[in-house]
């Protein structure tokens, strides 16, 4: 489901919530659901077609039950923009600063994410599932607002295991910003 949401990427920022954390036990692949997306399209994209961008250390989140997911979506993020033949860049040379965030449910709850991105509950998950969101922003860094933005809001039956983390997140950062310019 893809709906547009026009809400200012400070609160966007305030929101960023969770995915899957832990590590499986078990030998069965997880079962994912990827429910809600709500993505903000640019209005006006200022950017040359090989923009530079930097992963600003100060917009990057992970809350205390998804710690492990940081990093392996931040790679998935630098990989995807890079194929596009976007430039990595020291902070103060990007045209784009990249901001993601990532949080077990534990660490927001579903009212005080919806509340502050805007979203309609879109995901019920099962009984003993886990339940997440992931943000990925795109800031001008000339203008300090966002440019793009994408949130994507996940259930689970079982937690996905370490070694499992970096494939899962290249699928799922592909999906989450194959609208970006």
């Known amino acids: ?9 400070p609160l ?13 036990s078990g030998h069965q692949a997880p079962v994912i659901d990827m429910g809600t997306q709500v993505t903000r399209p640019a209005e006006q994209w200022p950017f040359p077609a090989q923009p530079r961008y930097a992963l600003a250390e100060q917009y990057q989140y992970s809350g205390a039950s998804a710690e492990g997911w940081l990093a392996p979506l931040q790679q998935a993020v630098a990989l995807y923009l890079d194929g596009k033949g976007w430039r990595s860049a020291p902070l103060d040379e990007a045209d784009i600063w990249v901001a993601i965030g990532v949080a077990g449910a534990q660490d927001i709850s579903d009212e005080a994410l919806f509340a502050r991105l805007g979203m309609n509950p879109g995901v019920q ?13 795109m800031l001008d860094r000339q203008r300090q607002q966002s440019a793009w933005s994408s949130v994507i809001q996940l259930t689970t039956d079982q937690a996905i295991a370490e070694s499992q983390r ?14 970006l310019p």
């Open 166 to 179: 970096a494939a899962f997140s290249q699928e799922l950062v592909g999906k989450m910003l194959r609208t």
């Open 125 to 137: 998950a099962r009984a003993g599932a886990r339940k997440g969101t992931l943000a990925i922003i």
């Open 12 to 24: 966007l920022l305030l929101g960023l919530v969770g995915l899957l954390g832990g590590c499986s």
């Open 1 to 9: 489901m893809r709906t547009i949401l026009k809400t200012p990427w």
